[in-house]
Each structure stands twice: as structure tokens, then as C-alpha cells.
């Protein structure tokens, strides 16, 4: 197993928010290119997608996070949006230059977790993300 000072700090970043609600299925740092730098599952947890599907909503993400932009202007820059599906909760919070993607249980108190995570952004070990 890996020593912790050894874990990158964006890896150390997933495993702590999945830390913060059982409701968490996923969390993901996404670069600007669309690649996830960092990622962390629940564990035993089967996930919805196939990884090209993953790729694609992935892609989504990033799609809409620069259409966003667009307005930031007039409106001001967007912090974090919510999608409710289904089967899932994706949220997306707005990072320095990158993503953090959050899947989660349908019955998640997402305001809770949004609030939980965005002071976490602000603590020196996760400067650098």
C-alpha cells in the first residue's frame, strides 16, 4: 500500500471527499482537457456507465463548464451546478482550472456535501489543484 506523502495531492482530495456522505459514488478531478487527473469509487459499488460513457459525460462536463463561461460577464462565474437523473445525482464544482465531478446516490443531501467540499478547496494540502 502507498505512504500518504506519497499520494499525489489531487488523489488525497477524492479520498477525502468521499469521505464526506456514504452517498458518494464517484469523485473526479477533470483537467481542461478532459482527462481525469484523479478519481476515487466507492468501493463494491457497480458503476451506471461503460468507461467510453464515462469518457463521454466526462467530455459533457467539460462542454458545458466552458459554454458556462459565456456568461460569466454579466452573471458572474459560475461555483457549482447540479444535475438530478433518474439514477444518479451528478454535481460539478468549479475549480481554479479544473473540475471536480461528483456522482452520487439520488437520496443525497447535495447542498450538505457542496458545502462540506468548498471550504476543503481553501486548505493548504489542496492548493495546488
Known amino acids: ?4 506523502e506519497n499520494i499525489r495531492p489531487e488523489n ?3 479520498i477525502a471527499v468521499m469521505d464526506i456522505d456514504k452517498t458518494i459514488r464517484f469523485a473526479g478531478i477533470l483537467c481542461k482537457c478532459g482527462r481525469l487527473k484523479a478519481y476515487r469509487r466507492k468501493r463494491g459499488m457497480i458503476p451506471h456507465l461503460s468507461v467510453p ?3 463521454l459525460v466526462h467530455r459533457e462536463a467539460m462542454l458545458k463548464a466552458k459554454m458556462n463561461h459565456v456568461f460569466d460577464q454579466k452573471l458572474g462565474k459560475t461555483n457549482w451546478a447540479i444535475e438530478s437523473r433518474d439514477n444518479v445525482k451528478w454535481i460539478t464544482i468549479y475549480l481554479e482550472r479544473d473540475l471536480l465531478l461528483l456522482s452520487t446516490e439520488r437520496s443525497s443531501n447535495h447542498d450538505m456535501i457542496i458545502q462540506k467540499i468548498l471550504p476543503m478547496l481553501n486548505l493548504e494540502e489542496y492548493r495546488t489543484i
Open 53 to 55: 460513457e464515462t469518457k
Open 1 to 4: 500500500m502507498q505512504k500518504l
Open 12 to 14: 488525497l482530495f477524492c
